[in-house]
């Protein structure tokens, strides 16, 4: 564990914590190697905003390999609080069959650090602060319907606060802000368009009914900026986004785990092009079975409405996740000692970075998840 104390002297010095740092325990929480490969389908002949070449096809297919690592540590000193630093990098590489004019082999890299902190006072109250980078580079990207997001590099940061009442009450309040910056290759300038500046603020209670499972209510809006984009108004130059959501989602867990969620959004902006409705029901269901396979479910349904039809292009930011429906079945089973397997079927209908255009993605994969134990 002596490896590890540079780790927790970088965590510290991020969060002015170098006091703490010296008494810190120090442990790894999870470190996992991940590999497998899976088989897919997209379906969807539709146009995209970051491919210049016109080889779109009704359907294309996929074998991709993937491996990543991720882990995650803790640092604790008694009773004054922990911090963590998690990570979480990879390696997809795609051979895609079934355009016209060639076959393509895209190569996407990713990887995701977060920082964080946690002070509790007492039983009562918790607050918390944390940041993250993230970057993605994607190398011979295909023309649809195989999307790939273009590549980026994003960090973001928040406080947050959990306050408990008298009753079971728990409030809990979070602001952050996100910096999004996407790379655009000289043949695609107009990536730049989808990059982004945003701050937002969620208010969250538990009103700590005693029935069973576990309630949670939020209400949240973000302010959102896009430097590349004109509305073409000279007093107003650049688009700015209002973006309204709430919802509740109710958690219980026994002999199985079981979610139910339901949100709706709403976006404004002072461009009419992005403006929007939308609404989304998820569902998760988790429980082990005979043969020590451990199964889960999970369903994610959205209906979105622009508010002005368009004869030209809407473009949103990236994937647009908010707008995405899914459904996926995994089963996993421990294998040997520290190694699982996990065997998922997946669906996805998403939003392309042209607004009101959706393409399909279905598919299986294998993945094999390693645990050093360390």
């Known amino acids: 564990m002596k490896a590890l104390k540079p780790v927790a002297a970088l965590l510290a010095a991020c969060f002015g914590l170098a006091p703490m740092c010296a008494e810190a325990q120090i442990s790894v929480r999870d470190f996992v190697v991940t590999g497998g490969v899976s088989s897919e389908g997209y379906q969807g002949n539709l146009p995209s905003v970051a491919i210049a070449v016109q080889d779109s096809t009704e359907f294309a297919s996929a074998v991709v390999g993937e491996f990543s690592l991720r882990g995650d540590l803790l640092a604790t000193n008694g009773e004054r609080g922990r911090a963590t630093l998690a990570f979480d990098g990879g390696l997809r590489q795609f051979s895609a069959r079934g355009f016209e004019l060639r076959d393509y082999s895209p190569r996407e890299w990713s990887g995701t650090l977060d920082l964080g902190y946690n002070h509790s006072f007492g039983e009562s109250a918790v607050v918390g602060a944390r940041a993250r980078l993230r970057g993605r580079q994607v190398e011979d990207r295909p023309p649809m319907?195989?999307?790939?997001?273009?590549?980026?590099?994003?960090?973001?940061?928040?406080?947050?606060?959990?306050?408990?009442?008298?009753?079971?009450?728990?409030?809990?309040?979070?602001?952050?802000?996100?910096?999004?910056?996407?790379?655009?290759?000289?043949?695609?300038?107009?990536?730049?368009?989808?990059?982004?500046?945003?701050?937002?603020?969620?208010?969250?209670?538990?009103?700590?009914?005693?029935?069973?499972?576990?309630?949670?209510?939020?209400?949240?809006?973000?302010?959102?900026?896009?430097?590349?984009?004109?509305?073409?108004?000279?007093?107003?130059?650049?688009?700015?986004?209002?973006?309204?959501?709430?919802?509740?989602?109710?958690?219980?867990?026994?002999?199985?785990?079981?979610?139910?969620?339901?949100?709706?959004?709403?976006n404004r902006s002072n461009s009419l092009r992005p403006e929007y409705d939308s609404g989304t029901l998820r569902g998760l269901i988790s429980a082990s079975v005979p043969w020590d396979v451990a199964v889960t479910g999970y369903v994610a349904l959205t209906a979105k409405r622009y508010r002005f039809p368009s004869e030209f292009a809407r473009l949103i930011p990236g994937e647009e996740a908010n707008s995405a429906s899914q459904a996926f079945l995994s089963f996993n089973r421990g294998l040997a000692r520290n190694l699982d397997g996990t065997f998922r079927l997946g669906w996805t209908r998403a939003e392309t970075e042209i607004g009101g255009q959706y393409y399909q993605r279905f598919g299986a994969s294998f993945m094999l998840n390693y645990r050093p134990g360390f």
């Not at 990059?195 to 939020?218: I, K, M, N, Q, Y």
């Not at 986004?241 to 079981?258: E, I, K, M, Q, V």
């Open 145 to 266: 319907p195989l999307f790939l997001q273009p590549g980026y590099r994003a960090a973001s940061g928040g406080l947050r606060g959990e306050f408990q009442e008298d009753g079971g009450r728990r409030w809990d309040v979070d602001v952050h802000g996100e910096w999004w910056d996407f790379l655009a290759p000289a043949f695609a300038p107009q990536i730049r368009l989808l990059d982004r500046r945003s701050a937002g603020v969620e208010v969250g209670l538990r009103p700590g009914w005693e029935v069973g499972g576990d309630f949670r209510f939020h209400l949240g809006g973000q302010l959102s900026r896009y430097p590349e984009q004109e509305t073409f108004d000279p007093e107003n130059p650049n688009r700015r986004d209002r973006t309204f959501h709430g919802g509740g989602s109710w958690t219980w867990s026994g002999p199985f785990l079981a979610q139910v969620a339901a949100e709706g959004r709403i």
